[in-house]
């Protein structure tokens, strides 16, 4: 997109704009992360402006989102608030990122499946609820789903009730905010100001207290041999899932601006942004959703927009922190509810009843995982199990396509040729790619459809575009039960790749003969069974290519 006139003026009303929505949400998420609001700020600022300028999206906002600071939030339990280990994980996950970008990773990152994504999105906007029931009933939270339900009762037997109130009524705002309104003043920002008003005349709720403002400081990779394991294991989870949340927001910026994302650009723009984020104390961040769509709306279509949004938050931040320190951690919380529900995929669980039984169960077995084992696990239990199940299910139509019937036959002279055969001549055409998920019942199905009396089996492979190990074993076990009942095995138009690897696996092709086309198999069939020779195993085996 060249940069013009038009452009310049939608690129800056659009980046002043997201700015705005990201303030509110960057100061929320960094609390919410245990490294405080300034770390929300900066992270914003870092990954927003380094992202946009060497990203591949030119119109995405990134910065601070959910699934990142749920991730932070447990690293930040586990490594007992150590923060230069924690901002040493944002770097290495930036790192992570880098590298998935030249090694391109983002094209399949992209094939996780949509159950899957649903599942562990909803699962994070459920973390990030329960969470924050904590901070709405006036205490402070765990940094874990579990130990925020264990500590849930208690809470509930001691709630602040103006704490509960202030919050509950800034959920209502942004959630309730007028649209109209929204394009002047946000809503999360209008919530923000309103609550924090009313909190300093009339309230006496708990605050963030005296934060620092200014520019940030440099805060230096540390090593930790006890720690390295646990460091890593967070910043490749970081890494994950910042890719896939950034390209899902790329996703849906192309489907606003008819532009085609570079997947790959794009995870190297938003591993420098997090690298430079945790150089200057910043949390991690990725593409967000909610803000690239305020800026596209907005008028934002270049990567200047997201520089913009940056430059606004730095703007603030050198005159925030007196302003900053009287914001009630109930509003923020009320905040972060929203941001929740807002995560929770309310699209797919309206019509999930209504599809597949499988991709249900899929998604609730991620979103469990997801809530109450870690992220990692269920994203990779459910990438695992939905990749089984396509097989599977891609192996039952093979087997169910594969008959032993004339009714695959081209020709009349095909079908001629096969019906002077009568019961002697077994025909199967094999289509589509032959896996593992085909291949444990290949040799049966075989054995059980070929006729008793059958003296040929014909293997067509003339829709086969490659096959894999399991089902060359599965070819080589029907040449083998052939062989010992005394049948002729014929195989019928490989291609190049399958001709190789049965080939090599084999020492040599199995079976009888080997022809170019079906109806030459056919024809050598019908000589074969027809023969008047009273010694048919005599015959020499046919072979043509």
């Known amino acids: 997109m060249k940069f013009n006139r038009e452009n310049l003026t939608g690129d800056i009303t659009g980046g002043i704009t997201a700015g705005v929505v990201a303030l509110p949400l960057a100061l929320a998420l960094g609390v919410a992360s245990g490294l405080g609001p300034m770390a929300g700020i900066y992270g914003a600022i870092a990954v927003g402006f380094f992202a946009a300028l060497f990203g591949g999206t030119a119109s995405q906002i990134s910065g601070p989102t959910g699934p990142m600071v749920v991730v932070l939030a447990g690293l930040f339990a586990s490594l007992s608030g150590d923060v230069a280990l924690i901002f040493t994980t944002v770097m290495l996950a930036g790192v992570f990122q880098i590298v998935f970008g030249f090694l391109g990773v983002g094209q399949y990152i992209r094939l996780v499946p949509y159950p899957v994504i649903s599942g562990f999105m909803t699962g994070i906007g459920a973390i990030i609820i329960i969470l924050q029931l904590g901070p709405l009933l006036g205490h402070d939270s765990p940094g874990n789903p579990l130990g925020a339900m264990a500590k849930l009762p208690t809470a509930i037997m001691d709630i602040n009730f103006a704490n509960l109130a202030l919050g509950l009524g800034t959920l209502a705002l942004v959630y309730f ?8 003043l946000p809503g999360p920002l209008a919530a923000l100001i309103v609550g924090t008003i009313l909190a300093y005349l009339v309230l006496d709720v708990p605050v963030l207290g005296e934060i620092p403002s200014g520019l940030p400081s440099i805060h230096w990779p540390v090593f930790e041999q006890s720690k390295a394991m646990l460091v890593i294991e967070a910043a490749f989870i970081l890494a994950v899932l910042g890719a896939i949340d950034s390209l899902l927001t790329s996703l849906v910026a192309d489907n606003m601006t008819r532009q085609r994302h570079d997947s790959n650009r794009e995870l190297i723009g938003q591993g420098i942004g997090n690298t430079v984020a945790g150089l200057i104390g910043g949390i991690a961040g990725a593409g967000a959703t909610m803000r690239t769509v305020v800026n596209i709306r907005s008028g934002g279509k270049t990567r200047l927009s997201g520089m913009i949004h940056s430059l606004v938050l730095l703007a603030v931040v050198l005159g925030l922190g007196s302003l900053a320190s009287t914001i009630p951690l109930a509003v923020l919380a009320g905040i972060l509810v929203k941001v929740g529900l807002d995560i929770i995929d309310w699209s797919y669980l309206k019509r999930a009843n209504n599809g597949p039984r499988w991709d249900l169960a899929l998604m609730l077995l991620v979103l469990s995982l997801t809530v109450f084992v870690d992220l990692i696990t269920a994203v990779a239990a459910g990438v695992v199990l939905a990749a089984l199940a396509f097989v599977k299910q891609v192996g039952q ?3 169910a396509s594969l ?24 025909l199967f055409e094999f289509s589509g790619p032959l896996s593992f998920g085909a291949a444990a019942d290949l040799g049966h199905h075989v054995r059980e459809h070929s006729e008793l009396g059958s003296r040929v089996l014909i293997l067509d492979f003339s829709r086969v575009p490659f096959l894999d190990v399991s089902a060359v074993l ?5 040449a083998t039960d ?5 049948k002729l095995l014929y195989l019928v138009g ?12 084999n020492s040599g092709l199995p079976g009888d003969g080997v022809f170019a086309s079906r109806l030459q198999a056919l024809q050598s069939a019908a000589a074969r069974v027809n023969s008047t020779s009273a010694n048919v195993d005599a015959i020499p085996s046919l072979s043509a290519t």
């Open 177 to 184: 905010w007028p649209a109209r309104a929204g394009k002047y």
């Open 397 to 399: 139509l093979q087997i």
């Open 403 to 426: 008959k032993n019937t004339p009714e695959h036959l081209d020709s009349e002279v095909e079908k001629a040729c096969l019906s002077s055969c009568g019961d002697r001549v077994a």
């Open 474 to 478: 599965a070819v080589e076990t029907i």
């Open 482 to 486: 052939a062989a010992s009942s005394g």
């Open 494 to 505: 490989m291609n190049e790749e399958v001709r190789g690897v049965l080939e090599g696996m």
